[in-house]
Structures are given as C-alpha cells and as structure tokens.
C-alpha cells in the first residue's frame, strides 16, 4: 500500500533551521504533485504551504513562507524536502506531506482535494 513518511521534525527556537522529508513507497513517485501542508491545532484547518511538480521544475509557496521555505524533490530517491529557514514561533505546527494529482509533469495544485496520498504528519515546535 502507499505510505509517506515524514520526518525530521523536532523542537527549535526563533530564526534557527530544520528540513523536514517525506519518503514515499507503494506509489510511482513521479507520477505525483507533492505538497507540504501543516496544521496548528487539531480541528484546526490543513494550511497549504508549499507544492512541486512532479518534474520538480514547478513551485507554489504560500506567502506566509515565501523567501523562507524553499520545497523540493528526488524522484530517485522517492523523497521530497522542505528546507525551512528563520523560522518563527508561528511556524509551530505538524507537518504533513501528500501525494497530488496533475495533468502533466509542470503543473502544481493548490486544492487540497487533489492530494489523494497523506502522511501522518511530523511536529515543528518553534521557541521564541
């Protein structure tokens, strides 16, 4: 069966680094889209972070972490990252990887809908 696994995450502080993965099995990895979502609280929202194309050649950031964030992929390797720099204490969230759907190689999604495949999420705490 499809399984992403996220890992990486940990606990911290205001402006340091940390890049999380996602490996992926059980799926032909260049066949998907991949994104990074998070969510702050449960109940709360899945927050669209950051998206790539299957190609890797394509990326969405939200503004949020845009300049900050940098997404990207190995295909050989079945793995995408999300680099995450200055980080802030807003950043605190789990963070999930999925699995999207895209016509073509170049094209990235933004609809949650569309991502069919999910991890089960790492922790990112960030102290002020």
């Known amino acids: 069966q499809v399984q992403l696994v996220e890992s990486g995450g940990g606990l911290v502080h205001t402006g340091d680094s940390l890049r999380v993965s996602c490996g992926a099995s059980?799926?032909?990895?260049?066949?998907?889209?991949m994104g990074w979502f998070r969510r702050q609280a449960p109940g709360k929202e899945f927050y669209l972070v950051a998206t790539v194309s299957r190609d890797g050649g394509s990326t969405y950031y939200a503004d949020s972490v845009k300049g900050r964030f940098t997404i990207s992929r190995v295909n050989a390797k079945n793995t995408v990252y999300l680099q995450m720099n200055s980080l802030k204490a807003d950043d605190t969230a789990v963070y999930y990887c999925?699995?999207?759907?895209?016509?073509?190689?170049?094209?990235?999604?933004?609809?949650?809908?569309?991502?069919?495949?999910w991890g089960q999420g790492t922790q990112v705490t960030v102290s002020s």
């Open positions: 059980g799926l032909t990895f260049g066949n998907y889209s």
């Open positions: 999925a699995a999207g759907l895209t016509h073509d190689d170049w094209t990235i999604t933004t609809q949650r809908n569309d991502y069919i495949y």
